[in-house]
Structures are given as structure tokens and as C-alpha cells.
């Protein structure tokens, strides 16, 4: 496998010394609409406008097995958007910085830091990422760029049945994320507490759907700059699809 990711080398802070909040639980991940591989930002069946939120995407790309870039690029399509497979990437993957986020006492969400919201309870700056996994693998699965958070299945291929175990580590910043919160079923059952990563990052879940998996990640770390938030909301899907029997 090429080497070409770089990994961070800031340490990742134990989750016990942050604030625990559990808002701004909102993902993208990607699925088909309408014939298209389309991005989908949401929770659970809540399918949001995507379009106003492209703005806030800081990457995107498609790779082959190897992580190494394919051509392919974001098409807006009506109310959709939609990417590019020309190239046929093995893998789609995107990362979003939605800001930072203070929540006030009456349960509402402000867009801003607490230093804006002087009666904030809890303050924090979301990322969301996004790996989807458009065929088979016969080798392991590469980090991708600028996916801080990610999920990374531990063996390839993936299995073909739900139900079946499939084992997974969690990534922050190329380390282990202990502690992440891993959901096996972002899609149809968002308020499932989860699983919980060992100190390798490390969590055993079975597959839900045969058809579209959305698997999500939640990783708390803390911020650059405590006098705007409390913590950073790390939130990464990796979305794949099992095939059904022949018609």
C-alpha cells in the first residue's frame, strides 16, 4: 500500500476530562438518490438541505485502493449533490468544519463561540467527516487526507450479510481514539447509545442493513482555543452498501 498519509503527531486528550453534550449530532454521509451517489446530511431519516451547507466543506476526494487521488469533484443537481464516478473511485471521502456552536439554557443552538453567548452552557466546534466505500477491497484500508476522525475497517473484505461481526478501529489524528462512541446504524436507529472504543481505538459491531450502512463515529477532543469553546465534536461515517440477492 502507498504511503502517503501524514500522520499528526498532537496527542489525543483523554475523553474524560471534557464536557460531555451530545448536540450538534448532525453527519453527511453518501448514499444513492435518484441513480446518483449523493451526499446526505442529516440524522437519522432527517435528509437536510445539503446545498446550503457545501460552503462549509473543506474537502473532498475520491482514491483507489491505494489512497492514491482519482479525479472527481461535487455536482450540484437539483435539490442534490452529487459526485462525480467517472473515474470509478474505490473510495469517496469529504471533511466539513461546521463551526462553532453554544447552547443556551432555554435548550436552543446559537452559531457562535461562548464568548458571543455569555449564558452558554456548552460550547463546542463541530467537524464532520466521510469515507464511503464504493467496491470490494482486497487489502486493507487507507488513511485518508484530512480525515482527522476515521473509521477503518480492521479486515478486508468487508462481510456480505448483516449480522455478521465486523471489526473496526477509530481513528483521531493517525491515534487510537479511545473512548469514540461508535453507532452501527446512524440511519435507522440515531439514538442507539453504541459501542464504546477501547484504548486501541478498537470496537466490534455486527452489520445492520443488508443494503446501506451508515456507521458513525463520536469523538470528543478538546479545542484550540478554550475561551471560544469547551471541546471539539469529532463525527465520522463510513457508509458502504451490502448487495442484495439477484432479482
Known sequence: MKKFFKVLTS????????????????????????????????????????????????????????????????????????????????????????????????????????????????SEHNFKYGVHLRRVLSGPMPLLPDQLLQIVPVATPLPVKHGEPLQLRVLHKGKPAAGARVLADYVNDPDDKGAVADKDGMVTIKVRNQGLNVIVAIFKSAPANPAKVNQIENLASLSFVLPHEPE
Request: net charge negative; glycine share 10%; proline share 4%.
Open 11 to 122: 496527542a489525543t486528550l483523554a475523553a474524560s476530562v471534557l464536557v460531555a453534550s451530545g448536540a450538534q449530532a448532525h453527519g453527511f454521509w453518501f448514499a444513492q438518490r435518484a441513480n446518483h451517489l449523493a451526499m446526505v446530511f442529516g440524522v437519522g431519516a432527517d435528509d437536510l438541505d445539503v446545498i446550503k451547507r457545501l460552503p462549509k466543506i473543506t474537502s473532498f476526494g475520491g482514491y483507489d485502493e491505494d489512497g492514491s487521488a482519482v479525479p472527481s469533484q461535487l455536482v450540484t443537481n437539483g435539490a442534490l449533490v452529487s459526485v462525480n464516478i467517472d473515474n470509478q473511485p474505490a473510495f469517496i471521502a469529504a471533511a466539513m468544519d461546521y463551526g462553532m456552536w453554544s447552547k443556551t439554557p432555554d435548550g436552543k443552538w446559537h452559531n457562535k463561540g461562548k464568548d458571543e453567548v455569555p449564558t452558554a452552557v456548552i
